[in-house]
C-alpha cells in the first residue's frame, strides 16, 4: 500500500494564517541584514509608514515580534493599570480570549454577551454599548474593547456605529478594536472612526506568516500610556516610540519578515490595483461567491445578520447530527484543502472558509470544488450546486479592471 503524498499545492483555506505570495516569500529569503547597522533604518522607516497607510493613521504605529495575542497585552498594559473596569463585547471566541486575557491582567473585565449565544451570530451590538456606557454615569469603564473580525464566526462589526455609542453616551473611555483578521482585508479606518488602539497581525491579511503584530495609536492613548500603572516592559509603547523615530527598534526585530511587511505594504498599496479601496471590494465579491454557494447547498452560514456577513471569511454550519471536524479531516484527507475548524462552543457544529489576501476566483473555486466533494463524500445532503452557483455569481460579476468580454 502506498501512503498518500499530495502533489502540487496545499489549499491552505483557513481564515489565518492565508497564504503567503511567491513575491513575499522571495523578500523573506533575503539575506539578515545588521538590525542596528546603516541600512536598517530605511527597512524600518518604509515599513512603519507603509502601515501607517494601512491602518489609515496618521499617528505611530507600533510593530511587535508577537503574534497577535501579544499586541492584544500591549494595547491593554499600556493603557491601563490594576483593577480598572474594561467593557467588552461577546462575539464570539476572540472576543472571549480577550476578555480571558484582560482578567488575567488584572483588570475588571465585564464581558456583554446576548443570551443563548446569539451574539455568535451577529456583529456587535452598539446600542448595548450605548446603555451600558449612560449607566456608568462615574465613569468607572476605561476601555471598550470589540473585535472588529470575528475569526471564529464570520462576524464583522461596525466600528464606526461603536464610535458613535461612545459619543452618544458622552462617555471618555478609550476604544480598543483588535482587527488582526479584519485588516488589510475589511475596510478599517483607524483615524476616521475615532480608535485609540487598533491591534492587528502579519498573517491574515498582510499576506506574512505569523510572527508579528501591531497597536496602531490614537494621541489619546498616547496619553493614557503615561499615567497607566500596569508592568510593562516588552511590551513599553515609549522606548519603541523613541527607537522608531530614526527606523531602529529597542530590541531585535523579525527582520526578514519586515522584507516581507515592507513587500506586502507595495503590493496593497498598489495604484494599479486600485489601493485599499481595490483590496477591500476584492474580498466583497470573493465573500459574495461563497455565500453564493452555502445558499445553493442549503447549508446555514453562523453569521445569520446580513450586514455584519465577514468579507474575510464564511462560517458554514453542518446539519445536525453531522461532526464538521470530520467532514474537514475527510475533506483534507482526500483533497489537500485545510479549512478552518469551529472554536470554542462550535467545535464540531461549523467548519470556515477563509477567502482573504492572496487569492483569486480560481483559487476559491477550487476550495468551493474541496468542499462539496467532501460534504457529498461525508453523506451531507445538500440542495444544490454551490460550486455551480459561485460559478456562476463569479462570472456575472467580473472584479472591477477586467476586460470586458
Ligand atoms: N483575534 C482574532 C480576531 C484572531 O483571529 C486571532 C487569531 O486568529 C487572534 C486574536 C489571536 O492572534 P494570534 O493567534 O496571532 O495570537
Given at each position: 500500500t502506498l501512503d498518500f503524498h499530495p502533489s502540487g499545492?496545499?489549499?491552505?483555506?483557513?481564515?489565518?494564517p492565508s497564504p503567503v505570495p511567491d513575491r513575499i516569500l522571495r523578500a523573506i529569503s533575503l539575506p539578515t541584514i545588521?538590525?542596528?547597522?546603516?541600512?536598517f533604518g530605511a527597512l524600518g522607516k518604509r515599513v512603519l509608514a507603509g502601515m501607517q497607510q494601512v491602518f489609515q493613521t496618521e499617528h505611530p504605529v507600533v510593530i511587535y515580534p508577537a503574534s497577535g495575542t501579544g499586541a492584544w497585552e500591549a494595547a491593554l498594559v499600556n493603557t491601563l493599570s490594576r483593577g480598572d473596569r474594561v467593557l467588552m463585547y461577546e462575539t464570539g471566541h476572540f472576543a472571549s480570549l480577550w476578555h480571558k486575557l484582560a482578567t488575567r491582567l488584572g483588570l475588571e473585565a465585564e464581558l456583554l454577551a446576548l443570551p443563548g449565544g446569539e451574539g455568535w451570530r451577529k456583529g456587535v451590538q452598539a446600542t448595548l454599548i450605548e446603555e451600558r456606557l449612560k449607566a456608568d454615569t462615574g465613569h468607572a469603564i476605561k476601555a471598550v474593547c470589540v473585535v472588529h473580525n470575528e475569526t471564529s464566526t464570520g462576524a464583522t462589526s461596525d466600528i464606526e456605529a461603536v464610535r458613535r455609542a461612545l459619543d452618544a453616551a458622552r462617555h471618555p473611555a478609550l476604544l480598543l478594536v483588535d482587527t488582526i483578521s479584519g485588516l488589510a482585508a475589511a475596510d478599517y479606518r483607524h483615524d476616521a472612526w475615532g480608535v485609540d488602539v487598533s491591534i492587528s497581525g502579519s498573517?491574515?491579511?498582510?499576506?506574512?506568516?505569523?510572527g508579528i503584530s501591531f497597536n496602531a495609536l490614537s494621541p489619546r492613548a498616547l496619553q493614557a500610556s503615561r499615567v497607566a500603572q500596569l508592568p510593562r516592559s516588552f511590551w513599553a509603547w515609549d522606548e519603541m516610540l523613541e527607537l522608531n523615530?530614526?527606523?531602529?527598534?529597542?530590541y531585535t526585530p523579525t527582520t526578514n519578515l519586515l522584507y516581507g511587511l515592507a513587500e506586502a505594504c507595495d503590493m496593497l498599496l498598489d495604484r494599479r490595483t486600485g489601493g485599499l479601496e481595490g483590496v477591500f471590494a476584492r474580498h466583497r465579491r470573493w465573500a459574495e461567491g461563497v455565500r453564493a454557494a452555502v445558499e445553493a447547498w442549503g447549508l446555514e452560514l453562523q453569521c445569520t445578520e446580513a450586514a455584519s456577513q465577514s468579507p474575510v471569511l464564511t462560517g458554514v454550519v453542518t446539519p445536525p447530527g453531522v461532526d464538521a471536524d470530520q467532514v474537514r479531516h475527510l475533506i483534507h484527507q482526500r483533497f489537500d484543502l485545510s479549512l478552518g475548524t469551529g472554536l470554542g462552543r462550535l467545535k464540531g457544529r461549523m467548519f470556515r472558509i477563509g477567502h482573504l489576501g492572496d487569492c483569486n476566483d480560481l483559487t476559491l473555486m477550487a476550495a468551493l470544488c474541496g468542499c462539496e466533494m467532501g460534504l457529498k463524500l461525508a453523506g451531507v445532503r445538500l440542495a444544490g450546486s454551490g460550486v455551480i452557483a459561485a460559478m456562476a455569481h463569479f462570472a456575472a460579476h467580473p472584479q472591477p479592471g477586467a476586460l470586458p468580454c
Open positions: 499545492r496545499h489549499f491552505l483555506q483557513i481564515p489565518g545588521d538590525h542596528r547597522g546603516p541600512e498573517q491574515k491579511g498582510l499576506m506574512l506568516p505569523p523615530a530614526s527606523g531602529y527598534f529597542p
